[in-house]
């Protein structure tokens, strides 16, 4: 086996230090373009690493990033976590990935092997953790920002869309368009995004004066969105709702697919159907589906932001709570309101 090329051999062959070679190959530090074409010639010729743990262990910043993953079968996050990804990247950070359930016992357990990589900060797509672990986080120094959930911890970020104000947006629509027997079909009762999301879209159906009509649960997965959607409409004509908001555009999917290849209904003239997300499935002439518009960008330079601002002013960054407004995206799967067409709300 081939020794390993040490920094001190790269400096000799670039006739240049040790420490302009540590330059070179640390994200952000000042260094001659001359100098640094000497030395990655040099390191290049020679099959040299830098060795990042070791850098870590001396500077105490590893410029690693712990990115915690529930579940991937929701169309809107490979493409959010993508995103993420790459603006970490182009910040100078590395991305390790971790899979999770979505409890938070099963959170604390990843989050200790996190802390083992000693990374510089975490961002949680779409899972809770307990105060426990954000505990610990914090005396740890390692800051973390939830992406796409919230949670009433002291001194944690959030990032996500305005659910509340989204799951309003979806009520007017429907009552304008004149619909009488509303329904809706939740995601994962332990999720914020759920919560918020139905909680305004019950007080928008209040405010004008409506109840809800029928309640299911999809949990955010595809097979549960199909059986609820089976017990929400495989009923008689007289007793099935005119028209349901589905948490996400996951499920609204496989609910349409019930609904017109099972059930034999048409939408939108038997029922209208609207999701959340706006995920690009949605605009697929198959489904065309009216949905309210996660600003999976927003969000991402959001929490990047929040991130890096904790990581490089520990003391002085305090924890935020963001929630970015998303359009309601209007196409054909929903009924229309008099007057509107599928283009008004497009932006």
């Known amino acids: 086996m081939a020794e390993k090329v040490t920094s001190l051999q790269v400096a000799q062959l670039a006739g240049v230090s040790q420490s302009a070679v540590s330059r070179v190959f640390t994200p952000g530090a000042s260094v001659s373009k001359k100098t640094e074409e000497k030395v990655r010639k040099a390191a290049t010729e020679l099959g040299y690493r830098p060795n990042v743990l070791a850098r870590a262990m001396v500077s105490g910043k590893s410029r690693i990033i712990g990115l915690v993953v529930a579940y991937l079968d929701n169309y809107f996050y490979p493409e959010a976590l993508e995103k993420l990804s790459n603006e970490l990247q182009e910040q100078g950070y590395h991305v390790l990935i971790f899979m999770a359930s979505r409890t938070a016992g099963n959170i604390d357990d990843v989050m200790e092997e996190i802390l083992d990589y000693q990374v510089d900060g975490v961002v949680l797509a779409s899972v809770a953790m307990s105060s426990d672990i954000?505990?610990?986080?914090?005396q740890a120094g390692v800051p973390v920002v939830l992406f796409n959930r919230s949670q009433d911890i002291d001194g944690i970020t959030s990032v996500t869309s305005d659910n509340y104000a989204?799951?309003?947006?979806?009520?007017?629509?429907?009552?304008?368009?004149?619909?009488?027997?509303?329904?809706y079909i939740a995601g994962w009762q332990g999720a914020s995004t759920q919560r918020d999301r139905e909680a305004g879209f019950r007080a928008s159906l209040r405010d004008a004066g409506r109840d809800l009509y029928a309640h299911e649960i999809g949990e955010f997965h595809t097979e549960n969105a199909r059986l609820a959607a089976r017990r929400m409409f495989d009923v008689e004509p007289q007793k099935r709702p005119d028209s349901v908001f589905v948490a996400n555009d996951h499920m609204a999917l496989a609910?349409?697919?019930?609904?017109r290849f099972e059930l034999g209904l048409r939408v939108p003239e038997?029922?209208?159907?609207?999701?959340?997300?706006?995920?690009?499935?949605?605009?697929?002439?198959a489904y065309n589906l009216t949905t309210i518009r996660q600003r999976a960008n927003l969000m991402v330079a959001e929490t990047v932001d929040a991130l890096l601002d904790h990581i490089e002013n520990p003391t002085a960054?305090?924890?935020?709570?963001?929630?970015?407004?998303?359009p309601l995206i209007v196409r054909t799967s929903a009924r229309l309101p008099k007057g509107w067409t599928p283009q008004r709300m497009k932006t």
């Open 317 to 326: 960054a305090t924890a935020r709570k963001v929630a970015i407004d998303g």
């Open 255 to 259: 609910v349409m697919d019930v609904i």
């Open 270 to 285: 038997d029922v209208s159907v609207v999701g959340y997300d706006d995920v690009p499935q949605a605009a697929w002439l």
């Open 134 to 138: 954000a505990t610990r986080c914090q």
């Open 166 to 183: 989204g799951g309003r947006k979806v009520a007017e629509f429907l009552v304008a368009a004149g619909h009488s027997r509303i329904a």
